[in-house]
């Protein structure tokens, strides 16, 4: 069975920082690993990726302020987010997609979500 557990939200004033991370377990390998963000009353959406070999893509909002990576040795996804906005108030979600097993096709697992909240 696949765990992922997110970590690092919390409470942070506008132009503060703050490190998420997602931790996965019991999955045979990954492929890309993915944070998402859903606000109040809004779908959510990427907020940015990462693939195996350590390409990376941004949100528009998050260029230049967010800094996706990952340790693969430890199934780990990070992110690091800067110059913090009210409008990046949101739960945060990380997303794998990956191999149970040597022999499963890829799928997608979910972290439960961690809340950032920033104020003004």
């Known amino acids: 069975q696949v765990h992922l557990v997110e970590s690092g939200g919390g409470l942070v004033q506008t132009g503060g920082s703050l490190r998420l991370s997602c931790a996965a377990s019991?999955?045979?390998?990954?492929?890309?690993m993915v944070w998402y963000r859903q606000a109040p009353g809004k779908q959510r959406e990427l907020v940015a990726a990462?693939?195996?070999?350590?390409?990376?893509h941004y949100e528009d909002s998050a260029k230049g302020r967010f800094t996706i990576s990952r340790d693969n040795t430890e199934n780990t996804v990070y992110l690091q987010m800067n110059s913090l906005k009210p409008e990046d108030t949101a739960v945060y979600y990380c997303?794998?997609?990956?191999?149970?097993?040597?022999?499963?096709?890829?799928?997608?697992?979910w972290g439960q979500g961690t809340q950032v909240t920033v104020s003004t």
């Open positions: 997303k794998v997609e990956g191999h149970l097993t040597s022999w499963a096709q890829v799928d997608d697992y």
């Open positions: 990462i693939t195996s070999g350590g390409n990376t």
């Open positions: 019991g999955i045979f390998s990954i492929n890309a």
